[in-house]
């Protein structure tokens, strides 16, 4: 009888040590968040001798914590959109070009012939996203820093990141800090991967004119979605940095360059949606209920949606019935933005 007991212990134990040995940090609980931090403050005037420039600066981390709180994915990405205008205020830019991510740009974003290290901006970013795994958020922002070489820059002083990060990461450490914030409940069964998308457009731009400022605009549409190791989406989270910058005719900004930028989903009601929509609801009620309707499917399924022209030009709509009373804005930029993260889960 003892021994038949101890048998079944050891199958017991044995089972419980496999099911924790999923991939991807294993079963159960977790928390998923997004946080983004702009910035517009590089953006510079025209004058008689060099082109005026809106450059907006859209940091973005996200993170999957445990039920203890302990980061066990990271990754960091961050658009730079720059509108160029001359000293009459018209746009010297091709507004659809596409836009891409520092991730994406790679190589192209040509920091490392630049670089003390010879690393590239993605290879940083990501060396500093693996660093932070296995901490709680109070020991990242606890990460010893100086000064860096920049005005104003901060950059890491820890012995592990000598030889991988020398960049700033004084945006990292906010946008984890926000991402941490706002992380919330998923859960897993089996391995799964997290994955983060930016799609992003500055098309509203637009010249100056002797009655109408000129506007330098960035939309980035963001997704992180978790997928579970059949491929569904386990958590999908959605924002978007919609950021303006104006100038007049002369070629001067007149937009505050300090002034606080916050997303859609942190400005709510701010965004001033709901009294304008057909269903009463805000952009960031939209934004998460499309996201709760992408739970449980695959990204085929996703990008499966029934689709219509929306009332303003070029817009998509869902056709979906189960989105008729929650979703009327355009689906375009979600698709767009949970197709990459999907593509990006690691």
Do not use: H
């Not at 025209?46 to 914590?65: C, E, K, P, R, W």
Request: proline content about 1%.
């Amino acid at each position: 009888m003892k021994r038949f007991t101890a048998l079944i212990l050891i199958a017991v134990f044995t089972a419980v040590m496999f099911a924790g040995c999923g991939g991807g940090g294993g079963n159960g609980s977790i928390k998923t968040g997004l946080g983004v931090v702009t910035d517009v403050s590089s953006s510079k005037a025209a004058t008689a001798d060099a082109a005026g420039q809106v450059q907006i600066n859209s940091y973005v981390a996200d993170v999957t914590l445990d039920s203890k709180g302990i980061i066990q994915k990271c990754s960091i990405d961050a658009v730079q959109s720059k509108i160029n205008f001359d000293a009459t205020g018209a746009l010297t830019t091709d507004l659809t070009a596409p836009v891409q991510s520092k991730n994406e740009l790679k190589e192209n974003y040509g920091m490392g012939k630049q670089s003390p290290i010879g690393k590239e901006w993605y290879q940083q970013a990501d060396a500093f996203a693996q660093w932070c795994i296995g901490k709680t958020l109070n020991e990242v922002k606890g990460i010893k820093t100086k000064a860096g070489s920049e005005t104003g820059s901060v950059v890491a002083d820890v012995p592990e990141l000598t030889s991988s990060v020398t960049i700033s990461i004084s945006d990292f450490l906010s946008a984890i800090e926000k991402a941490v914030n706002n992380a919330q409940s998923a859960t897993v069964s089996g391995s799964y991967k997290t994955g983060q998308g930016i799609s992003t457009s500055i098309a509203s731009s637009k010249s100056a004119t002797a009655d109408a400022a000129g506007l330098g605009q960035a939309d980035s549409y963001i997704a992180v979605v978790t997928v579970d190791d059949s491929g569904k989406i386990v958590a999908c989270t959605l924002d978007s940095a919609q950021t303006k910058v104006n100038f007049d005719a002369t070629g001067a900004l007149t937009t505050d360059l300090t002034a606080v930028i916050q997303t859609k989903d942190e400005l709510k009601e701010a965004y001033g949606m709901g009294k304008q929509s057909p269903i009463g609801k805000e952009w960031y009620q939209q934004a998460d209920a499309f996201a709760q309707w992408c739970i449980g499917k695959t990204l085929d399924e996703v990008k499966g949606l029934k689709t219509k022209a929306g009332s303003e030009t070029g817009s998509v709509v869902a056709d979906d019935p189960d989105l008729a009373s929650s979703v009327t804005i355009d689906v375009t930029g979600f698709l767009a933005s949970i197709e990459k993260a999907v593509n990006n889960a690691k």
